[in-house]
T-cell receptor, first 113, second 113 residues
Framework: QKEVEQNSGPLSVPEGAIASLNCTYS??????FFWYRQYSGKSPELIMS????GDKEDGRFTAQLNKASQYVSLLIRDSQPSDSATYLC?????????????FGTGTKLQVIP | DGGITQSPKYLFRKEGQNVTLSCEQN?????MYWYRQDPGQGLRLIYY???????QKGDIAEGYSVSREKKESFPLTVTSAQKNPTAFYLC????????????FGNGTRLTVT
């Protein structure tokens, strides 16, 4: 089982719709969770971080965390063509004083004008 | 401006040669990371370091080596033992060690022929 799993997509949504991106993780000791956006050929940029169960909203983005189900999701409201990118889920595990950050393979999102 | 500088942006080498990728940060971050990304793939952890003169192997350390002699520098050497070195290499740092998001450099694209 992979440590962090995401559906590779592509996920296609029409402009203005809600895009829902999902991620599961295997280690119950994972402590913090991040969503990064990566445009083709560029480095990842942080969109959201979430540390406790529930929802966290920032503008058009909402991150949701359910530690019991080992599940984290990202909702993008009013999707725009500029949101078309690959979205990477990252999970932070603290072990022996070291912070190890593991990424999923990413979900490619296509927003259709 | 504070940030992470990776150089060079593109690097070409002949098979059998060692090559060193540079990563420098002026964010005063304690933790630094190296990831590898192959086309259509997520980020895979090569090495990470929480403090000077200390580093840990990630998930794919074979064929790579690092040093952390200064807080701001974390160079990665791709040795001739690495079977498939052609990839996009990303360096990141965090204020760490706990629950801190990663900040990425712009990456180095290495091509070995």
């Amino acid at each position: 089982q992979k440590e962090v799993e995401q559906n590779s997509g592509p996920l296609s949504v029409p402009e203005g719709a809600i895009a829902s991106l999902n991620c599961t993780y295997s280690d119950r000791g994972s402590q913090s969770f991040f969503w990064y956006r990566q445009y083709s050929g560029k480095s990842p940029e942080l969109i959201m971080s979430i540390y406790s169960n529930g929802d966290k909203e920032d503008g058009r983005f909402t991150a949701q965390l359910n530690k019991a189900s080992q599940y984290v999701s990202l909702l993008i409201r009013d999707s725009q063509p500029s949101d078309s990118a690959t979205y990477l889920c990252a999970v932070n595990l603290i072990s022996g004083g070291y912070q190890k950050v593991t990424f999923g393979t990413g979900t490619k999102l296509q927003v259709i004008p | 401006d504070g940030g992470i500088t990776q150089s060079p942006k593109y690097l070409f080498r002949k098979e059998g040669q060692n090559v060193t990728l540079s990563c420098e940060q002026n964010l005063n971050h304690d933790a630094m990371y190296w990831y590898r990304q192959d086309p259509g793939q997520g980020l895979r952890l090569i090495y990470y370091s929480q403090i000077v003169n200390d580093f840990q192997k990630g998930d794919i350390a074979e064929g790579y080596s690092v040093s952390r002699e200064k807080k701001e520098s974390f160079p990665l050497t791709v040795t001739s033992a690495q079977k498939n070195p052609t990839a996009f290499y990303l360096c990141a740092s965090s204020s760490g060690p706990y629950n801190s998001p990663l900040h990425f450099g712009n990456g180095t694209r290495l091509t070995v022929t």
